[in-house]
């Protein structure tokens, strides 16, 4: 719900005519408690270890956004995300100076967007921005965004940088784009039929590492089709470029990925548990949509690599870590991410995730109303690994259990308790387990969540 504020003109400009102006204001308050058996599928009792090995904490999350519209003109957006802060270990003040770790603040998006003419729009400055699948690009960054709109196919062109550790010179006028990250996108939507394709190339160059220059060419396409009471897509991407000197020898390094990943969703399923928007986590199920009860299933598949480090050819797949998966601990937990899934956690991080080892995840998950205000669902989900030379000789990756209850206190609140089993391979024991990456104890997870939202 948006909240208007009319804002009076008291003066303008000579021969400029009043524009009207309103705020809208948008705010979000999260408190989440987690508890976990262990950080890893590993029980071996370290030679030192007081706190214990079990995972437990509260935590509050605040994303405050505002809107100043200027109408028919131009729109100014700024949100910041406070947290999440952990009760335990964040603090409000700081008392005489002393160390202590306060509340963490990202300011995520902050742009100026409008029409240059009628079929002419932008975006320009620090904002959310995913190319057709998400498979890639699906980060916030600085960038501009133009949309053209015609009669064939609409255009959506995007040019941004992404944020590095590598500075030039600590002065500003020191700075350069000599060893800069860019990220080049352009993508349209054409309607067949009932079906929408929404095709594009995304190009990328990483300057960072000297003499180490990568560049990556990527066509994608989503393939939806949205009814009344169902939905259902394919998202597939394929990665081509070069390292120059990437491989072990000083010889260039090729890059060959693909991924592909399938969805479909009925009835209640479509709501879900969190949509992603402008890079904001919607919390669903909040409107009466007359569903009773709901199912969805999804696919993701990303290309491994050979098991020949750096050997002039690169076939893992540069992922960005976001999924259609609806599982809490093989993908992103929709409920609150804490950058601890399982799919990333197997990557090598280094602005995207390369998923050297690949991965496969098939997902189930049904949704049934107890009540108007009550929902049950229920999430199964299961994954292996690509290529087990990558993964310690391993394929089976693991198999999570997921019970959920939802309880829509009202219209902007609401109450989340989730129970998840997880039964970890050995495949993702190679990538987790501190001491003895044989090990692969089942895992206990509990959530709860309350949502405030307006």
Do not use: C
Request: charged content about 20%.
């Amino acid at each position: 719900m948006k909240r208007k504020i009319l804002i009076t003109i008291l003066f303008l400009p000579l021969n400029v005519m009043a524009q009207e102006k309103y705020l809208e204001v948008n705010a979000q308050v999260q408190n989440v408690g987690l508890f976990r058996t262990d950080s890893d599928f590993d029980n071996t009792e370290p030679y030192y270890n007081p706190s214990g090995q079990t995972v437990g904490f509260f935590g509050t999350f605040f994303r405050p956004a505002i809107t100043l519209n200027v109408k028919d003109v131009i729109s100014l957006y700024y949100e910041v995300e406070v947290g999440l802060n952990i009760w335990s270990r964040n603090s409000l003040e700081q008392i005489y100076g002393e160390t202590r770790d306060t509340i963490s603040i990202k300011h995520r998006q902050i742009y100026g967007e409008g029409k240059f003419r009628r079929n002419l729009s932008f975006r320009i400055g620090y904002q959310y921005f995913n190319d057709p699948t998400g498979l890639l690009i699906n980060h916030w960054l600085g960038g501009a965004r133009f949309e053209i709109e015609n009669q064939v196919i609409p255009i959506d062109i995007f040019i941004g940088q992404f944020p590095d550790q590598t500075y030039e010179g600590w002065e500003i006028n020191n700075n350069n784009f000599t060893q800069d990250r860019f990220v080049f996108s352009i993508s349209g939507v054409k309607k067949i039929g009932e079906w929408a394709l929404n095709p594009g190339i995304v190009g990328f160059y990483d300057g960072v590492y000297v003499r180490k220059q990568m560049w990556l060419l990527s066509p994608v396409l989503n393939i939806s089709r949205k009814e009344k009471e169902w939905e259902g897509g394919v998202d597939i991407l394929f990665e081509g470029g070069r390292t120059n000197h990437g491989a072990y020898n000083g010889e260039d390094e090729t890059h060959l990925g693909g991924g592909i990943q399938v969805y479909y969703r009925k009835g209640l399923a479509m709501e879900g548990f969190g949509t992603a928007v402008g890079g904001k986590v919607i919390p669903g199920m909040v409107e009466e949509n007359g569903y009773k009860w709901g199912w969805g299933l999804s696919l993701i598949l990303l290309s491994p690599d050979d098991h020949l480090y750096h050997n002039g050819t690169n076939f893992g797949f540069f992922y960005s870590g976001r999924s259609r998966s609806p599982t809490l601990i093989l993908t992103e937990d929709e409920f609150r991410d804490r950058g601890d899934n399982l799919d990333e956690r197997s990557g090598e991080f280094d602005t995207f995730y390369l998923m050297r080892a690949g991965v496969g995840i098939v997902d189930g998950s049904l949704y049934y109303k107890l009540k108007d205000n009550l929902m049950l669902a229920g999430i199964l989900g299961n994954a292996v690994v690509l290529n087990k030379r990558n993964a310690l000789g391993e394929i089976y990756f693991g198999t999570e259990f997921d019970a959920i209850l939802r309880w829509t206190i009202s219209s902007n609140i609401v109450f989340d308790i989730v129970n998840t089993l997880f039964v970890p391979g050995k495949g993702a024991s190679a990538f987790v387990n501190n001491i003895d990456k044989t090990k692969a104890v089942p895992q206990y997870m509990l959530e709860i969540s309350l949502n405030a939202f307006f």
